[in-house]
């Protein structure tokens, strides 16, 4: 792709119309274990430790936490290396406000923001307490540990969230109960949050998804205008079996968030699809008809079939109930269609997605700056796909389809 129409803007000529419009649905905060104490409290420190002591570095995995030496966030922001420069030590990885400039130059408008360090560590401990090969020299009260790596973290990120409009925290909302989760999604929506992420593995409150009990939670965040995201991750506690265990499986990347062995890249979807699956035919969209639904980043090769799968049960469930068994009035695809939007990985047919699946309406674009995960070239990738499918197919990806978890 070319990237000569503009010197300032690092897209390719023909979307450079679309420059400071996109809208992008996964990026990341990436503070370095270096700072963790100074911004987010000693709490950090056991933290800080695992990270410190684990024989990696950015050196060796430009996603790892550990940056030696670093002192601030002063990578130039350039278009040629724009796209390129990755974890850490790329421009506005930490310093929030300089990545207002890094969107200029990608010609992005607005992002979600989700956690690494200290908010994802937190996560994945709440979520994997008993999986002692994550974060193995954090031993004792792991998933009491893990929520107050994620209370300091929030409190960061509150603070944090008025520096740019620009970029919207997506912070993770936990309850054991249903009053929990309310009041947790209640502080950061009074902090001036805009996005929340709930883990797939876990009961939501204490209750499935689709259960009346939750209505009060989707009404506050339908009424509030708040995207309600899954995201990749700690949401993998089915690994703990020993199904992934096996030498084939060995030696493939590992980033900060997932494994890129042919095993895991296989099912990293399931918790999401079965989140997901719960609310739509439980008639969670049909009840709340304005909730805002984002899954992020578990790639988007799961959700065609998925619909297919769901409208075959609609299609049959007379067959299914007696005359009191709840029925949906419309086909569980068009609830997708219309409340949710998903990300994609930039090696993903998304061609496909839309003429074999009809869901031009549901994928987005996203970077997942800076982690290494997001490619070197998402846009020129995409671009390439889309664009014998027409402007409007391309636009949708880029800009119309986010503006459903990123509202003005």
């Avoid at 979307?15 to 911004?39: F, R, Y």
């Avoid at 031993?139 to 994620?150: A, F, Q, T, V």
């Avoid at 969230?161 to 309310?182: H, I, M, N, Y």
């Amino acid at each position: 792709m070319s990237y000569q129409a503009s010197p300032s803007i690092a897209l390719p000529a023909d979307l450079q119309n679309l420059a400071g419009e996109i809208l992008d649905v996964d990026s990341h905060e990436m503070m370095p274990a270096q700072v963790w104490v100074k911004e987010c409290g000693t709490i950090c420190e056991p933290l800080v430790e695992e990270w410190m002591s684990n024989g990696e570095d950015v050196t060796v995995n430009p996603n790892h936490s550990n940056c030696p030496g670093y002192q601030f966030d002063d990578a130039p922001i350039e278009v040629n290396s724009i796209w390129r420069r990755k974890g850490s030590l790329a421009p506005g990885a930490v310093d929030m406000p300089r990545r207002d400039a890094v969107m200029d130059i990608m010609g992005v408008k607005r992002q979600l923001c989700f956690p690494t360090g200290v908010g994802m560590w937190g996560a994945f401990l709440v979520m994997n307490e008993l999986d002692m090969t994550m974060l193995p020299t954090i031993k004792k009260n792991r998933m009491s540990y893990g929520k107050d790596l994620i209370k300091a973290y929030n409190n960061w990120a509150m603070k944090s969230a008025g520096q740019s409009d620009r970029v919207r925290f997506v912070l993770p909302a936990l309850g054991d109960t249903v009053a929990e989760l309310t009041a947790s999604a209640r502080e950061l929506i009074d902090n001036g949050i805009r996005a929340v992420w709930l883990p797939s593995c876990l009961l939501p409150g204490g209750k499935s998804p689709a259960h009346y009990d939750l209505d009060q939670f989707w009404k506050m965040m339908s009424d509030n205008d708040i995207a309600v995201c899954l995201h990749v991750g700690p949401d993998q506690a089915y690994r703990s079996t020993e199904w992934g265990n096996a030498p084939v499986f060995e030696g493939f990347m590992i980033s900060n968030e997932f494994r890129a062995d042919p095993w895991t890249l296989g099912a990293n979807y399931i918790t999401t699809q079965n989140f997901l699956s719960t609310m739509v035919v439980g008639g969670v969209f049909e009840r709340h008809p304005t909730l805002r639904f984002g899954v992020i980043e578990t790639g988007a090769y799961w959700l065609g079939p998925l619909c297919n799968n769901m409208d075959m049960w609609y299609a049959n469930s007379g067959s299914f109930g007696n005359k009191e068994s709840f029925r949906l009035p419309r086909k569980p695809s068009d609830y997708v269609k219309r409340n949710v939007r998903v990300s994609c990985f930039d090696f993903e047919p998304v061609d496909k997605y839309v003429t074999q699946y009809g869901l031009e309406d549901v994928i987005c674009f996203a970077t997942d700056y800076p982690h290494v995960e997001g490619g070197k070239d998402p846009v020129g990738a995409w671009y390439k796909l889309l664009k014998p499918l027409g402007r409007e197919v391309v636009e949708k990806f880029f800009v119309s389809n986010a503006k459903w978890l990123l509202p003005d």
